[in-house]
């Protein structure tokens, strides 16, 4: 494939200054001044050990995810952590693909004006709800895997945490970052379809208490759609020094780059998509194109006053460029039957943004005793700066209509087709957010926790329009709040009340009009009871919960009782139960797996949403589940496979089109010797027709059964 020569360059520069900077690090270190050293020693660090001596294990560590680091049993809210041993048994090498073992996820497609990962939790979008490494990272584009450490799932409103947004919960990516051990990996991976794919994973230490770190990955794949594709890389290079020491600061920058052929997937007919083969790709391959970028760049600095206080500043800058020209299949208005002359018509899609982010993030984390209990105290400052520019694109020359049952992906482009081509309606936007947080998790009693937080957010966003339409502003002051209250009676069980509120003004996602203008923020509320179980002797943890997710006032348009506003007159909520497991059942039998009922409802709507009033709210099916496990045999073989089901989704409010629900069966099988490990993945092995995004428009298929064949070198 043509695109592929940047990414072998890439990887081959990468492989270059890794091997540079192992050579240059030998003779590098010496040993820390006494002054150093004593600190060092009353600090009394964790001595890091090679986790490559140990069993690999899905059970949930210590996560940051709460704000404060801490064990997942101490947070009174449902949290899956998707590790990288899980990531890597997958091979999963996209955002999407690491997320099939979260509970009540769902994938919606790239429409709406959305390009990159949309993804609804508990019933509600979470595309303004993504984050890195607990920053926001609301930008669209297509999430990579390969400098993930592990991917945590915060559950409910949690708006006190996180700021704006959190309805269904958040979602925050963790990197992976330099540690005082020397090693590394280089992996390539080849597969169906074409697939190919190389990974760089080199850490080298460079001192007593410094260390640095690279990751680089190069893709390229074709699909079982005849014309999509992916060509991407991405580089990661880190640096972390004075590691457990008193003052400890590290630098990153995070780079991802493709070029894709986009799949806008199959139309509906009468509701369902249309009786077509999965593999009928209605795009136009050879003008078809997403090239989209990624960049941030971190600096962090913690200082430890001592072992018991912690104050973190982080500073992120972002910058992300995306370019879309697309197809969406479009069957003609009443179409009521389909014969081999049937026409779809090929929506133009196209648009593209600059987004750029500003971030300064403070946190004081503290242990102290008072009124006779133990309080773990935060406080915290963050002060965010959004900066977004985004157009839609157009040219002369209108898509060429194909064949439903016979399309053709590599038709001709019409003369003059990119002639004319112009961005229009472009628009500005820029958002200024400050927000004060403070939480207390106070030991009230042997056994018993309560958590307390507050926040305050003051968002002020600008939105700049062509003339004539012109400028619009909204300022919003929203407090939220978070409680709960923890009994753990032993070690090993954890029983918990939750309650969390959040808000979504209307200039969140980088939009705002006359009427959204004058509109206060939605508010949200969680409701949670759970339990956190810690089984065969703390291998394995397992969590149930029940909960209730409601918008309490969702924006609604009724242009006979109010035109200067949207009326905050809708509300909805999702009722659910959820399970989860998680660790090791045995010294050689892992296992991943989870379960979620839940009922989603439109209980209130008016003007132009009336129609949705008791209707399931889109893409919140009634089930999910899957299971992954994974089993050692002897000293160098481990077999795995498991399952993924979602019930059926609608791919709108009003419930007219919806997507089937689908089972998928995966499976691995791997040899590791001293140094190198050989995997064979293989994913929807019973090759059944799924439909994975959906969209009110069209649906997108899953892949078929396919293969992928890794070898990894450690070293």
């Known amino acids: 494939m043509a695109r592929s020569a940047p990414s072998r360059r890439l990887l081959a520069a990468a492989v270059t200054a890794a091997v540079s900077a192992h050579a240059s690090a030998q003779s590098a270190g010496s040993e820390p001044p006494k002054e150093e050293r004593k ?83 508990r019933g509600y979008s979470v595309v303004g709800d993504l984050y890195l490494d607990g920053i926001r990272d609301i930008a669209q584009y297509n999430r990579d895997t390969f400098n993930v450490e592990r991917i945590e799932v915060l559950r409910g409103s949690s708006s006190m945490l996180y700021g704006r947004g959190s309805t269904g919960g958040i979602i925050n990516q963790v990197s992976k970052e330099p540690v005082l051990v020397d090693g590394g990996s280089l992996a390539v991976t080849g597969g169906s379809h074409r697939y190919k794919r190389a990974t760089l994973d080199a850490n080298q230490r460079i001192g007593d208490n410094a260390a640095i770190r690279l990751n680089a990955m190069a893709t390229d794949a074709e699909s079982f759609r005849e014309g999509v594709q992916t060509s991407r890389w991405g580089v990661a290079p880190s640096a972390r020094w004075g590691i457990g020491m008193p003052d400890e600061f590290a630098l990153s920058y995070y780079h991802l780059e493709y070029d894709d052929v986009p799949d ?23 003008a078809d194109y997403q090239k989209d970028e990624a960049g941030v760049a971190t600096a962090s600095w913690t200082h430890r006053f001592d072992a018991k206080t912690t104050f973190k500043t982080v500073l992120r800058s972002g910058d992300y460029e995306r370019n879309l020209w697309a197809v969406a299949p479009r069957l003609a208005p009443g179409t009521a039957v389909l014969t081999d002359a049937t026409a779809v018509n090929r929506q133009r899609q196209a648009r593209g943004g600059e987004e ?205 009782v109010s035109i200067e506003q949207n009326l905050l007159s809708g509300r909805r909520h999702t009722d659910g139960v959820e399970v989860e497991a998680a ?52 000293s160098r073989w481990r077999v795995g496979g498991g399952l993924e089901a979602v019930g059926k989704r609608y791919g709108n409010n009003t419930n007219t089109v919806q997507a089937p629900a689908y089972r998928r069966w995966d499976a691995m099988v791997s040899y590791t010797a001293p140094g190198w490990e050989v995997r064979l993945n293989g994913m929807n092995l019973t090759d059944e027709d799924i439909y994975e995004g959906v969209y009110q428009g069209h649906v997108v298929p899953g892949a078929k059964r396919n293969f992928q064949l890794t070898f990894e070198y450690r070293f």
């Open 264 to 286: 806008y997937g199959v139309p509906y007919f009468q509701g369902k998509p249309a009786p077509v083969p999965v593999e009928n790709f209605y795009g136009m391959a050879r």
């Open 583 to 634: 660790g090791r059942i045995t010294r050689n039998w892992e296992v991943f797996a989870g379960a979620a009922r839940q009922r989603g409802v439109i209980d209130e709507a008016t003007g132009q949403q009336s129609a949705t009033l008791g209707k399931v709210p889109l893409n919140t099916p009634a089930y999910t589940a899957s299971l992954w496990t994974v089993y050692r045999i002897g």
């Open 39 to 121: 600190k060092e020693a009353e600090l009394k660090p964790v001595t890091v050990t090679n986790e490559r001596d140990r069993l690999p294990t899905y059970q949930p560590g210590i996560t940051s995810v709460g704000k404060v680091p801490q064990l997942t049993r101490d947070i009174p809210q449902s949290v899956t952590i998707v590790p990288e041993s899980l990531i890597h048994d997958r091979n999963a090498d996209t955002f999407r693909e690491a997320l099939r073992n979260v509970p009540g996820l769902t994938f919606n497609a790239g429409e709406g004006g959305r390009i990159g990962d949309n993804i609804t939790l």
């Open 356 to 560: 750029r982010t500003l971030t300064s993030q403070n946190d004081l984390i503290t242990e102290q005793r008072a009124f006779g209990m133990k309080h773990l105290l935060l406080a915290g400052v963050e002060v965010v700066r959004e900066k977004a520019g985004r157009w839609n694109t157009t040219g002369t020359v209108p898509n060429p209509p194909t064949l439903l049952f016979h399309p053709d992906p590599w038709v001709g482009l019409p003369a003059g087709y990119f002639d004319n081509v112009i961005r229009t309606n472009p628009v500005s936007y820029t958002a200024r957010t400050v927000g004060i947080y403070a939480q207390d998790v106070a030991d009230i009693a042997p056994s018993w926790k309560a958590v307390l937080g507050a926040r305050f957010d003051r968002f002020d966003a600008d939105y700049d329009r062509a003339p004539p339409a012109g400028p619009l502003s909204r300022l919003d002051k929203v407090w939220s709040w978070r409680a709960g209250v923890l009994h753990q009676p032993d070690d090993s069980q954890t029983w918990y009340a939750a309650y969390g509120t959040s808000f979504n003004p209307s200039g969140e996602l980088y939009s705002l009009d006359e009427r959204g203008a004058n509109t206060p923020p939605e508010k949200n509320r969680n409701i949670e009871l759970g339990t956190k179980w810690e089984l065969a002797d703390g291998d394995l943890s397992v969590r149930a919960a029940i909960y209730r997710s409601e918008k309490t006032n969702e924006r609604n348009t009724d242009l006979e």
